[in-house]
């Protein structure tokens, strides 16, 4: 213990701290594994097993490790073999066949005062940056378990493989530069647009004065079939909703769905009169909504290069993110139905009844854009 | 004809037969219509991190007493109150676990240990019996 003291005299903190800790030297250990590869070391494993075969476990492998330090520490920092001799003086004769080994660390030992002039480099080396002075670890450049060795993905099936390296492929751009840089996207939004002007969205106006303006962007999807395949690539225009304010371009927005009583009210009425039950589904509800308020929005990017600054789209229709737009759609939805001779209930305003006094009834129950028909009248069910 | 018109008016997809309308899973046969919620039920399952549970054979213990507790600790209200509005959707296809659900339902504001414990058992009955259908048939049938 003494010579622990004096030896302290001589050595930075650092190094004191490093060589002290159990747990740092297990970390060494732990460094030092992939140099079993290499011949020397190969051969003072051998000979330790050959010296101390009954020890136990444990510290067989302490003996071995702590030669393994001795080696590998001896061409990067002294201390650390001083350390492992002092701490087991025992290990100093078994270290003894291989000679890089020996003839070092004998001289630190009985002298503690020489290790330091062997090294006098190496503590000139302390001032460099840690990152400069330490060389990469060995399993840094040549990892002792590569992730190939133990994932791979030979056993999916080719489909799923399929899936797996599109899901890594494929991304959907966050903005408009992005997806420009696409061909795929840009025809997306150009059959958007088209379909937009098809469905005479909005007029071109010169903006009036003392309007406001909402803003708009492009939303980006692709929708997967159920293979994992890609079915479409989708570029949907959305009006930035939340620049409207109440009164001047929304009023109402309440728009109702249908209650669950009235869904089972229906089934139950199918089931018990044996009518046919059939499903529809609406795409692009939103879209089919007719706007009431005046609302002024802002060219859709990328499209507004050609016109005039001061151009604006008045909407006519509908757009996804607009306030009213759930409103618009059940107006535009109640009106269709009524002009084809239904009745809306009083109960549940997403009910509409026709009745029929030759060919029976036809109920219809909608819930946004998904829509339930049923009833015993086969005519008006027919071809759906 | 009906389809016709509103494929005048929209875009319109026929989907035939009913069989999946607001996560409620319809299946048609003779002897009437059957309605369940297993994929709603899995899903719940999944969020409550109840999928490896043991089940329990009854929603509740027939003697429980429940009420409003001031000492027991307080849990997230928020979960609390999503769990149970789950499970009030779930009982429109499943009125075995209504009564439970009803109890569980009336401590909304303030809902405490004790309580979270009866909800949970809810969801660890469901486990075993997933598939149940409710089913609607021709009267006196």
């Not at chain 1, 209650?259 to 692009?284: C, E, G, H, P």
């Not at chain 1, 706007?291 to 757009?319: F, H, Q, S």
């Not at chain 2, 018109?5 to 003779?30: D, M, P, Q, R, W």
């Not at chain 2, 109890?103 to 598939?131: C, D, N, W």
Request: include cysteine; hydrophobic fraction near 35%.
């Amino acid at each position: 213990m003494s010579r622990d003291v004096t030896f302290f005299e001589h050595q930075s903190y650092f190094h004191q701290a490093h060589l002290q800790g159990e747990t740092a030297r297990n970390e060494d250990e732990l460094l030092m594994l992939p140099d079993l590869s290499f011949g020397p070391e190969i051969e003072t494993k051998s000979v330790t097993t050959e010296k101390e075969p009954t020890k136990s476990s444990q510290d067989g492998a302490d003996v071995r490790f702590g030669k393994k330090l001795v080696y590998t520490r001896k061409t990067k920092a002294i201390p650390e073999s001083v350390h492992v001799q002092q701490s087991k003086p025992t290990l100093l004769e078994v270290t003894t066949p291989n000679p890089l080994i020996y003839t070092k660390s004998t001289s630190d030992f009985p002298n503690v005062q020489e290790p330091e002039s062997s090294s006098t480099p190496l503590y000139e080396n302390l001032d460099i940056p840690i990152a400069l002075r330490k060389e990469t670890r060995k399993c840094t450049t040549k990892p002792l378990y590569p992730l190939a060795n133990y994932l791979s993905f030979k056993n999916f099936s080719p489909t799923h493989k399929a899936f797996l390296t599109s899901l890594n492929t494929t991304t959907t751009p966050t903005s408009l530069s992005e997806a420009l840089s696409d061909k795929k996207w840009k025809q997306a939004m150009d059959a958007t647009m088209e379909a937009l002007e098809k469905n005479s969205t909005w007029n071109l106006v010169a903006l009036p004065n003392g309007k406001k303006l909402v803003g708009c962007k492009w939303v980006y999807t692709i929708t997967y079939k159920a293979d994992g395949s890609i079915e479409r690539y989708k570029a949907r225009l959305v009006a930035k909703g939340f620049t409207q304010t109440y009164g001047v371009d929304y009023m109402e927005t309440f728009a109702p769905v249908a209650k669950m009583n009235t869904v089972r009210m229906i089934l139950s009425l199918a089931a018990n009169y044996d009518w046919n039950l059939q499903q529809f589904d609406v795409k692009n509800s939103f879209l089919h909504g007719k706007i009431e308020e005046e609302i002024y929005m802002e060219l859709p990017p990328r499209y507004g290069g050609k016109t005039t600054t001061n151009t604006v789209c008045k909407l006519k229709k509908a757009l996804y993110g607009l306030k009213q737009s759930p409103r618009a759609w059940f107006r535009r939805f109640t009106k269709v139905m009524i002009g084809l001779g239904f009745k809306q209930s009083q109960g549940d305003h997403t009910l509409f009844i026709k009745h029929s006094k030759s060919r029976g009834e036809t109920v219809l129950l909608v819930y946004v854009d998904d829509i339930i028909v049923t009833g015993d009248d086969e005519e008006e069910q027919q071809r759906c | 004809m009906l389809g016709q018109h509103l494929a005048k008016n929209f875009e319109i997809k026929t989907l035939g037969k009913l069989k999946y309308f607001l996560g409620i899973e319809v299946v048609h046969s003779k002897k009437g219509i059957f309605i369940s919620q297993q994929k709603y039920i899995t899903n719940l399952l999944k969020e409550t991190g109840k999928k490896a549970c043991k089940p329990t054979s009854t929603p509740i213990d027939p003697n429980l007493k429940l009420g409003s507790v001031e000492e027991d600790t307080a849990v997230d209200k928020e979960m609390y109150q999503r769990l149970v509005g789950r499970l009030i959707y779930l009982s429109h296809t499943r009125p075995d676990v209504a009564f439970a659900v009803s109890l569980v339902s009336q401590f909304m504001h303030q809902p405490k240990e004790v309580h979270l414990e009866v909800a949970l058992r809810i969801v660890q009955y469901l486990k075993g019996t997933p598939g149940k259908e409710f089913c609607l048939n021709e009267m006196g049938m």
